[in-house]
C-alpha cells in the first residue's frame, strides 16, 4: 500500500521502544527547572573533529547565555560519579541515570543524596563559558543501558517550528570508509540526476531543525525516511527506506552508528561562529550500510520522496517532505528518445 504524506503534519510519536520505556518526565537541570531553554544541541546531532564524523550526540546541550549558571538533578537521586567537570546521578526510586557534563565547578560529593528541587542543598554545581556556554545532559550513562532522548522526556519543551529539507541527491553507495561521496552525474538536458547501470545508490538528505527562540535554527533532525516511486508516470512505489530515528537506547560511546547515519560532509560546529551541516543517508540504518540497488531496474525516471521529521513536544512530532526525480542511463549517453519526449 502506497504512503502519503502531505506536507508539514503533525502526528503523534511513533517510538521505537528498544529497551526501557520510561513513564515520567522531568523537569530542566539548570535554575528555573520549570520553563522550557535553550536547546543548542539535539539528541543524535553529529560530533567529532575537525570536519570528521566520530560520534552520535549522546544528549541536548542546553545553553545559557554568557552567565555561570547553577544546575540541579531532574530526579532524586544518589551521585554515582564525578570527574573534574562530569557528574553522573543515579536515581533513588528509578532505575535511571544522568550524565551531567561540561561543569566549571562541582558542589557534591560522590554518595551524595540530591533531591530535584531548585535549593542550594541539591545544587550539582555550575557551568560557565564551555563552547557556547552549555550543560550538556545525558539522560543514561556511558556504561549503562545506552541513551534515551531527553526532548522527549524534559518538560516544558515544545518546538513549533518544523524541520527543514535543504536538498536530496543521490550518490553511489557511501560506505563508513567513504572520504567524499561520489554523486551521480546529473543529464544536462533533464537536470536530473542518472544513474548508471545496476548502481548501488544512497540517497542524500541535507536537512535541519530549528526551535527558533529556544534553540536557534540549526539543530539536527529527530529522523528521515525516504520512498522511491516509479518509473513515471507511474506513481508506485516500489522500494521505501525506514531510515532512522535518534530514538531510545542508541549512541553508546565510541559507537560506529555515526557512519552510516551521517554521510560524509556533515560536521558539528567547531566554534560559535561555525555552522554544523547534517547530510542524513536514509538508504543506511543505525548498524549497517544499505543502498538502493537498482540492478535490473526498469528504464525511466523515479520519484524520490523524502520525509523529515522533529519532536514539536513529549507526544507529537511535525515533518517537512519534499522530493526529486532521478533517471536511469549515465551521464554521458543522451536520454532515449522516448525520455526525451516525457520530460
Ligand atoms: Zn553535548
Redesign the pocket.
Known amino acids: 500500500m502506497k504512503k502519503k504524506y502531505s506536507r508539514n503534519i503533525i502526528v503523534p510519536i511513533m517510538i521505537l521502544f528498544y529497551s526501557i520505556i520510561k513513564l515520567s518526565a522531568y523537569p530542566w537541570p539548570l535554575a528555573g527547572m520549570n520553563t522550557q531553554h535553550y536547546v543548542g544541541?539535539t539528541f543524535g546531532e553529529v560530533r567529532g573533529p575537525m570536519y570528521g564524523l566520530d560520534h552520535c550526540?549522546r544528549?541536548i546541550?542546553i545553553d545559557n547565555g554568557t552567565t555561570e549558571t547553577a544546575v540541579y538533578p531532574v530526579i532524586n537521586a544518589k551521585v554515582l560519579a564525578k570527574t573534574d567537570n562530569a557528574v553522573i546521578i543515579e536515581g533513588i526510586d528509578a532505575y535511571e541515570y544522568y550524565t551531567y557534563?561540561h561543569l566549571s565547578t562541582i558542589s557534591i560529593q560522590q554518595g551524595d543524596t540530591v533531591y530535584a528541587i531548585e535549593a542550594d542543598s541539591n545544587r550539582i554545581g555550575y557551568f560557565n563559558g564551555y563552547g557556547s556556554n552549555h550543560l550538556?545532559l545525558g539522560d543514561g550513562y556511558e556504561y549503562g543501558y545506552g541513551f534515551f532522548n531527553p526532548l522527549f522526556y524534559i518538560e516544558p519543551f515544545s518546538d513549533t517550528y518544523n524541520p527543514e529539507i535543504e536538498y536530496i541527491k543521490i550518490a553511489k553507495n557511501i560506505t563508513s570508509s567513504t572520504v567524499s561521496p561520489t554523486l551521480c552525474p546529473t543529464n544536462s538536458e533533464s537536470g536530473n540526476q542518472r544513474m548508471g547501470e545496476g548502481d548501488k545508490i544512497d540517497i542524500l538528505v541535507k536537512a535541519k531543525d530549528q526551535i527558533a527562540t529556544y534553540g536557534g535554527y540549526n539543530n539536527g533532525i529527530y529522523g528521515v525516511e525516504a520512498t522511491i516511486e516509479g518509473p513515471l508516470p507511474d506513481d508506485d512505489e516500489i522500494v521505501s527506506y525506514e531510515g532512522f530515528f535518534m530514538d531510545n537506547g542508541f549512541f553508546n560511546y565510541n559507537s560506529a552508528d555515526v557512519n552510516y547515519i551521517y554521510a560524509p560532509g556533515s560536521k558539528s560546529a567547531q566554534s560559535t561562529t561555525d555552522t554544523s551541516v547534517y547530510i542524513y543517508a536514509p538508504t543506511n540504518n543505525y548498524t549497517s550500510d544499505g543502498y538502493w540497488d537498482t540492478e535490473g531496474l526498469e528504464e525511466g525516471r523515479y520519484k524520490i520522496i523524502v520525509t523529515v521529521w522533529s519532536l514539536i513536544d513529549n507526544d507529537y512530532m511535525h515533518s517537512d517532505e519534499d522530493s526529486i526525480i532521478v533517471e536511469t542511463g549515465n551521464s554521458s549517453e543522451q536520454p532515449s528518445f522516448s525520455e526525451r519526449i516525457q520530460q
Do not use: K
Request: charged residues 35%.
Open positions: 544541541g550526540h544528549g546541550d557534563d550538556h
